[in-house]
Every structure is written in C-alpha cells, then in structure tokens.
C-alpha cells in the first residue's frame, strides 16, 4: 500500500444532535433516520453490518439488508444453515451498525437474535423476486464449492424443476429479529465533537445518556 492513507480525512459538518431534539424514544428516532437515508442515500440506505461471535470468541461482520422494523425489533432474512445462522444459534447476542456518510450518521444497536415465525419468513418469501427465491433453494450458504459454474449449475436445475410453479420457501431458509437492548445514535460534527445519544433498555423504559466522541 503506497498511499497516505493519514491525510484521508473529512470534518464533519451537519445538523447536531441535542437530547430535546433526540427525545424519549429510540425507535421514533430510528424511523427518522432511517426515512431520512431513504431519501438521502440512494444506494442500499437499508444495509447494515450484522456481527456475531462463534464458539471460540472470535467476531464476524457481513452486511445485510433490513427488511423490517416493529415493535418486535430489527429483522433480516438469511440462510439458517450459514455461518451467522450457525453462530446465532450458539450465541444470540449480536450487533447491527448502520452507516449513512451523506448525513454523517451511524446507528448501534445490540440486542438479542430470534428467529420471526415460520409464516412472517414464508410470507416474505413469497414477495421476492423469483431469482432470488431460486437462488435461496440453490446456494449452501457459506459452504466450499469448486466453482462458479458449479453454483450456475445448481441454479439451472433449481429453474427447471419449479418451471411454471411457485417457488417454495426452503426450511433452512427464513427470518430473525434482532430484540434491542441498547441503541446508540452517533452524529458527525466538525473538529471531531460528534454527538452520541445513548439509549439503554430498563424494564420497560428507556434510559437515555451522551458519551463523549
């Protein structure tokens, strides 16, 4: 690597982020930013990093999509067999990192991972575009193959077979909700004096702090 990757840098200048503007809510929050990424950033608003640890400790990170946000928490859709899947299954704590640099926001959030009802993950299914869903029947997420073709292979048979038929979901295939316990709004500003709004979950209530950038 030949390039000064020191003189890399911006100063962030945006809107601030003061307690009577974040209010009592994170979720009310969330949606804020979120819709205002939508329209602020047109490619992937919705991607988040999703980090789990498997059963030596050892961290892992992937972006995924958000593809729903309730009451319930933040859900995603994935291969139950995959590495993630096999890592949540061991250890159900994880994190989301959302990360907008048009606005010069980023979003935390670590929870507790539980996989939505059979139906939410068959109805979703259902609504995706066809090569998607052949594409879920096809790849062993996360296995060794011996190459592209193989996978482009497997896609063709998987085509053939549901010809002029639904596309039926696969029981290794389906959705989870991360359960919030702690959300941190983090927002740009200049000479590195960024706000962080801090929400943490107490009973039933939400307990709201600032940290230092």
């Known amino acids: 690597m030949n390039r000064d990757l020191h003189s890399i840098r911006r100063d962030y200048q945006f809107e601030d982020l003061l307690e009577e503007k974040a209010g ?29 640890v498997d059963s030596e400790g050892w961290p892992h990170s992937r972006v995924v999509l958000l593809k729903q946000r309730n009451d319930a928490g933040f859900s995603f859709f994935t291969n139950y067999d995959s590495d993630k899947g096999q890592q949540l299954a061991l250890n159900n704590k994880a994190s989301l990192t959302f990360f907008w640099p048009a606005l010069s926001r980023q979003i935390r959030v670590e929870g507790i991972v539980e996989k939505v009802e059979r139906q939410v ?27 592209r073709e193989a996978l482009q292979d497997a896609f063709k048979q998987e085509e053939n077979a549901f010809e002029g038929q639904d596309v039926p979901c696969p029981t290794n295939w389906g959705g989870y909700v991360l359960k919030p316990k702690f959300i941190e709004f983090w927002q740009g500003r ?24």
């Open 24 to 52: 009592d809510d994170p979720f009310t929050l969330f949606d804020s930013w979120l819709n205002a990424a939508i329209d602020a950033c047109p490619d992937d608003p919705t991607a988040m990093v999703l980090s789990t």
């Open 190 to 213: 200049p000479s590195r004096l960024h706000d962080r709004i801090c929400y943490t979950q107490q009973d039933s209530a939400w307990l709201r702090t600032r940290k230092a950038p």
């Open 121 to 147: 993950s068959e109805d979703y299914f259902a609504s995706r575009p066809r090569g998607s869903q052949l594409a879920a029947r096809t790849s062993k997420q996360s296995m060794e193959i011996a190459n």
